[in-house]
């Protein structure tokens, strides 16, 4: 079963704009993860956020999380062409030996 | 850096045929996963391995067998390949929780397609 739903499902912006992606899951959590796939390629890990945490940055990337809306966002900003990607969401209950439930994903287009 | 190779980025099968996926990673990781990925549907679990020997149903296993000898290698066998068996597959591993999970690395998947 899904968890994680991501929103929008694409988003096309132009470089040196920000992107921000949405992710809503439906059960209590201990993480939550962001991926990212280039085309044709496996998953990269970005970044990953606590459930008692509530902002996290790591360079150009900013990853918030709201446990009373069972919602977090991902903010790329000044977005570059080699930025474009599937991003996904993935949620950890923190047992069940690593087990984690991704999201569909969004499709980011960054133009030049 | 980490490193999940899968033996094949792109394989041909038939159905009916018995396929065997190969994962290795280098950097003994306890965890290691199966997943296959399709359009619209995102990636699904399909087995996952805690260590040696043991091993975990994920979310559609059926038709799908696993196989984990050596800590740093795990197999995912189709019984008998069927056409809707034709997707992308992905393998990742990670270390053991810490109280919150472990990010997972992910090979460059196979993209198996059954004719």
């Known amino acids: 079963s899904q968890q994680g739903e991501e929103d929008p499902q694409a988003l096309s912006i132009q470089e040196g704009e920000n992107a921000t992606m949405n992710c809503s899951y439906k059960?209590?959590?201990?993480?939550l993860q962001w991926y990212r796939q280039n085309s044709g390629r496996g998953l990269v890990h970005l970044i990953l956020?606590?459930?008692?945490?509530r902002e996290k940055h790591s360079g150009r990337l900013r990853v918030t999380l709201d446990t009373s809306k069972k919602s977090s966002s991902l903010l790329i900003t000044a977005s570059r062409a080699a930025d474009t990607a599937s991003y996904f969401c993935?949620?950890?209950?923190?047992?069940?030996?690593?087990?984690?439930?991704f999201g569909q994903g969004t499709i980011l287009t960054v133009h030049p | 850096d980490v490193k999940v190779t899968q033996s094949s980025r792109y394989l041909v099968k038939r159905t009916g045929e018995k396929v065997f996926l190969e994962c290795v990673q280098d950097?003994?990781?306890?965890?290691m996963f199966w997943y296959r990925q399709d359009p619209g549907l995102g990636l699904r679990l399909i087995y996952f391995?805690?260590?040696?020997?043991?091993?975990e149903k994920g979310d559609i296993p059926e038709g799908y067998s696993v196989s984990r000898e050596k800590k740093e290698r795990f197999s995912l066998i189709l019984e008998s390949a069927s056409t809707n068996q034709t997707s992308m597959y992905l393998c990742?591993?990670?270390?053991?929780?810490?109280?919150?999970?472990?990010?997972?690395?992910f090979g460059d998947g196979t993209r198996l397609s059954i004719l």
């Open positions: 391995s805690y260590d040696v020997k043991m091993k």
């Open positions: 990742a591993s990670s270390l053991v929780n810490m109280g919150y999970n472990q990010p997972q690395h």
């Open positions: 059960t209590s959590i201990n993480n």
């Open positions: 950097m003994d990781h306890e965890n």
């Open positions: 956020i606590r459930s008692n945490e």
């Open positions: 993935a949620t950890g209950g923190g047992t069940s030996y690593g087990k984690l439930t």
